[in-house]
T-cell receptor
Framework: AQKITQTQPGMFVQEKEAVTLDCTYD???????LFWYKQPSSGEMIFLIYQGSYDQQNATEGRYSLNFQKARKSANLVISASQLGDSAMYFCAMREDLLPGGGGADGLTFGKGTHLIIQP | DAGVIQSPRHEVTEMGQEVTLRCKPISGHNSLFWYRQTMMRGLELLIYFNNNVPIDDSGMPEDRFSAKMPNASFSTLKIQPSEPRDSAVYFC????????????FGPGTRLTVT
């Protein structure tokens, strides 16, 4: 079974509009972390935002916010006021923590990604 | 600050040849990860190290793949012998093992096996 599901293979959005990229996850661990990465056409992986399973508030980083709905196991990325430079692949990823309460680095499980294209 | 450094950036080799990919993690990070990205399978974790010790190599496809981390500032991923289906982008990433510990990725090595 897929642990990370991104249901939008591709999206076209008008510049300056807000964008929501969907991500659902599957885990039975009580402690885990959720990440979003951006991969532009140049190929590098850029860390955007992190949400811990015990965090009470949704994470925000500049124009990025994470809409975390724990009961629904969803962690959607919201990009406000989209820009042409936001065009890229976006990956949702999960790390299941090795230690109770967090800690103990583990590898990330990635979704298939969403190809976002911002149109002028 | 230098990020994760990988070499070579591109590698083209013939089937059957040995390939060695190299990685230098961010100074101070004590966890290192090797990932592979292909169109068919997406991003997959191959192996990761914590404090230079391999913790989980269940993602290594087969015995042709091996990885080492002889010290905190260097790791290698070796494929011997290489096959065309090994063609992919190989990423190295590093992180701390406490706190948020987001993983910082290197630029990747694009491997083509003909």
């Amino acid at each position: 079974a897929q642990k990370i599901t991104q249901t939008q293979p591709g999206m076209f959005v008008q510049e300056k509009e807000a964008v929501t990229l969907d991500c659902t996850y599957d885990t039975s661990d009580p402690s885990y972390g959720l990440f979003w990465y951006k991969q532009p056409s140049s190929g590098e992986m850029i860390f955007l935002i992190y949400q811990g399973s015990y965090d009470q508030q949704n994470a925000t980083e500049g124009r990025y916010s994470l809409n975390f709905q724990k009961a629904r196991k969803s962690a959607n990325l919201v990009i406000s006021a989209s820009q042409l430079g936001d065009s890229a692949m976006y990956f949702c990823a999960m790390r299941e923590d090795l230690l109770p309460g967090g800690g103990g680095a583990d590898g990330l499980t990635f979704g298939k990604g969403t190809h976002l294209i911002i149109q002028p | 600050d230098a990020g994760v450094i990988q070499s070579p950036r591109h590698e083209v080799t013939e089937m059957g040849q040995e390939v060695t990919l190299r990685c230098k993690p961010i100074s101070g990070h004590n966890s290192l990860f090797w990932y592979r990205q292909t169109m068919m399978r997406g991003l997959e974790l191959l192996i990761y190290f914590n404090n230079n010790v391999p913790i989980d190599d269940s993602g290594m496809p087969e015995d042709r793949f091996s990885a080492k981390m002889p010290n905190a500032s260097f790791s290698t991923l070796k494929i011997q012998p290489s096959e065309p289906r090994d063609s992919a982008v190989y990423f190295c990433a590093s992180s701390f093992d406490r706190g948020v510990y987001e993983q910082y990725f290197g630029p990747g090595t694009r491997l083509t096996v003909t």
